[in-house]
């Protein structure tokens, strides 16, 4: 049982926005940043968005982050089929010590 | 060109060991707090331990307390993950990852290619 929760699915055609959730609570997400990653099948993780809605350089603004107390959000408008992946959302965990992950979410592109 | 490059894994009975080590290039090592992740066959990500820059502080996931421990040598840019007493469920993808900003920060800006390890007789 991951301590952040997400949907273990979401789904869109091409050219819709999907929004990803990501649950937790005042020892992380309401303390803390939230971080986004991105994992293509067989492939480490990739930072795809930072402090909560910052995004590095060579992710397209097509992903978008906010956080809203004690959960956050991710936002892919425009989608393509490269953007079928897991997604994760992290956050430092204030009681624990350590970083906590949600438990990923599989984004298809139908 | 940042690298991290994990080495290390393989097949373990359970009751065994393993050292799995880090390599980073291209970026200041000495600057960088750094994690291991792991990541069990389907499933999703979990934290298993960090180090401070300098090595002053470690921490662990409670699945693995009193069994691993985490390490580094910034004179050779290397990172390394001791695991004892190896069960089934420590069966993973092992990732190590660094962060710039430390204690309260999960940017995870590069990860390593990820090393297999599987706990099994």
């Known amino acids: 049982q991951s301590v952040l929760t997400q949907p273990p699915s979401a789904s869109g055609t091409p050219g819709q926005r999907v929004t990803i959730s990501c649950s937790g609570s005042?020892?992380?997400?309401?303390?803390?940043?939230v971080n986004w990653y991105q994992q293509l099948p067989g492939t480490a993780p990739r930072l795809l968005i930072y402090t909560n809605n910052q995004r590095p350089s060579g992710v397209p603004d097509r992903f978008s982050g906010s956080k809203s107390g004690t959960s956050a959000s991710l936002a892919i408008s425009g989608l393509q089929s490269e953007d079928e992946a897991d997604y994760y959302c992290?956050?430092?965990?204030?009681?624990?010590?350590?970083?906590?992950f949600g438990g990923g979410t599989k984004l298809t592109v139908l | 060109e940042v690298q991290l490059v994990e080495s290390g894994g393989g097949l373990v009975q359970p009751g065994g060991s393993l050292r799995l080590s880090c390599a980073a290039s291209?970026?200041?090592?000495?600057?960088?707090?750094m994690y291991w992740v792991r990541q069990a066959p389907g499933k999703g990500l979990v934290w298993v331990s960090h180090?401070?820059?300098?090595?002053?502080?470690?921490n662990y996931a409670d699945s693995v307390k009193g069994r691993f421990t985490i390490s580094r040598d910034n004179a050779k840019n290397t990172l390394d993950l001791q695991m004892n007493s190896l069960r089934g469920e420590d069966t993973a993808m092992y990732y190590c990852a660094r962060d710039l900003w430390g204690s309260g920060s999960t940017k995870f800006d590069y990860w390593g290619q990820g090393i297999l390890v599987t706990v099994s007789s």
């Open positions: 992290a956050a430092w965990d204030d009681s624990l010590n350590g970083p906590v």
């Open positions: 180090i401070r820059s300098d090595g002053s502080s470690t």
């Open positions: 005042s020892s992380n997400i309401r303390s803390n940043p």
């Open positions: 291209g970026f200041t090592f000495s600057a960088y707090w």
